[in-house]
């Protein structure tokens, strides 16, 4: 077609009532080389960074509850009549740490880490509000530190490397810390059954404790709904620490 013919076609469609002609085309046109391939990455190294950090955070993400930081929540004890059998259920921690022996500065420390555990979880079951986040980390790190004298009074001492971590991870990671000291003092009770025939009872009565502390703890973070569950664990790990105190009578 010529450019006469067009410039005519052009004005016959002016003419056209409803009908108006744009001076340019909305559409642009862009070529694209058919040798590129849209999906490939620019570079493969940058890629396979990305991935690797995908799948790291990925897994830090699934990492177990004990490696993570304390989940404090600002919910309280479902009723009034839980909240009273919580703080009734703590107080036997007070009156273990005013029974335990005090023969030297070590064993006086644990036994004060005691009544300090007491004290916070009462103080943490009777809370509500902003405090209780704040009252739930002492309860964990008052527990931690609890384990941690009681490995120092049943040892002189303790490896230094040993003692170090414990003070890093204690404010952070107290669950972690208890279970390394609470290990520490299963091993040293086995050890003294085996010179001390005279405390297979006791040490009979504590694993039993023990296992049945470890279930009920499991068992209140799977089914945090069901009740008396946290105060039943409060009961078996008072009798797990009473045991512990005939080691250092």
């Keep these: 077609m010529s450019p006469q013919s067009t410039m005519n076609s052009c004005k016959v469609l002016e003419e056209v009532h409803g009908v108006q002609r744009l001076p340019h085309s909305p559409f642009i046109v862009k070529e694209i080389p058919k040798d590129r391939d849209l999906h490939q990455p620019t570079s493969e190294g940058s890629a396979f960074g990305s991935n690797q950090r995908l799948l790291m955070q990925r897994l830090w993400q699934q990492r177990p509850p004990c490696l993570r930081p304390i989940r404090c929540n600002l919910q309280g004890d479902r009723s009034v009549i839980e909240t009273i059998a919580n703080v009734l259920t703590s107080l036997p921690f007070i009156a273990l740490g005013i029974q335990a022996p005090r023969k030297n500065l070590n064993c006086t420390l644990y036994a004060n880490s005691l009544i300090g555990v007491g004290v916070a979880s009462s103080l943490y079951h009777s809370s509500r509000g902003e405090l209780r986040k704040y009252l739930r980390w002492?309860?964990?790190t008052m527990i931690a530190a609890a384990t941690v004298c009681l490995?120092?009074?049943l040892r002189n001492e303790n490896p230094k490397?040993?003692?170090a971590a414990s003070a890093v991870f204690l404010p952070i990671?107290?669950?972690?810390?208890s279970a390394v000291h609470t290990g520490l003092m299963e091993v040293a009770f086995a050890r003294r059954v085996l010179d001390e025939p005279d405390?297979?009872?006791?040490?009979n009565v504590h694993k039993m404790s023990s296992l049945?502390?470890?279930a009920l703890f499991i068992a209140d973070d799977i089914f945090p709904r069901t009740p008396y569950l946290h105060a039943a664990w409060h009961l078996a790990a008072a009798v797990g620490v009473g045991t512990c105190n005939k080691l250092l009578e």
């Design 173 to 177: 990671q107290p669950l972690i810390v």
């Design 161 to 163: 490397f040993l003692t």
């Design 199 to 203: 405390l297979r009872m006791a040490h």
């Design 151 to 153: 490995s120092r009074a």
């Design 138 to 140: 002492a309860d964990y």
């Design 212 to 214: 049945l502390g470890g």
